[in-house]
């Protein structure tokens, strides 16, 4: 089924950086798959083992494989906004806001006189 996906990806009007990134994530979603399958199939032989402490390491794995995967997936699609975002808030905070701005507010509030009689200010 994510096979038949990547005909109907390439097929699409996107940039070829696009496709590729979504194929991407559809390759981590394969993987998530494939690795619920092991993990699915480790936690079978694990119930019947004796040494429960050795054979939860190897149902571990392939947990931490199949979470990681699952959380690229959805995390992913959001990275580029998220990073537009940071770069806009990083670029903002170098830059000035407006000449005097905090000094007008001080003597709008008739602050510039007593600063240190009022903590409002």
């Given at each position: 089924m994510l096979v038949v996906a990547q005909k109907v990806i390439w097929a699409l009007q996107m940039s070829k950086r696009a496709k590729i990134g979504v194929s991407v994530i559809f390759v981590a979603g394969i993987f998530a798959c494939i690795a619920e399958?092991?993990?699915?199939?480790?936690?079978?032989?694990?119930?019947?083992?004796?040494?429960?402490?050795?054979?939860?390491?190897?149902?571990?794995?392939?947990?931490?494989?199949?979470?990681?995967?699952?959380?690229?997936?959805?995390?992913v699609p959001a990275l580029?906004?998220?990073?537009?975002?940071?770069?806009?808030?990083?670029?903002r905070r170098h830059m000035p806001r407006w000449p005097g701005a905090a000094k007008r507010l001080h003597q709008q509030r008739g602050c510039h006189a007593r600063r240190t009689q009022n903590r409002s200010c």
């Open positions: 399958g092991f993990r699915l199939g480790v936690t079978a032989t694990f119930l019947g083992d004796k040494d429960l402490t050795y054979s939860v390491s190897s149902v571990i794995i392939w947990a931490i494989g199949e979470m990681t995967s699952a959380f690229l997936v959805l995390c580029p906004s998220a990073f537009k975002f940071l770069k806009g808030k990083a670029r």
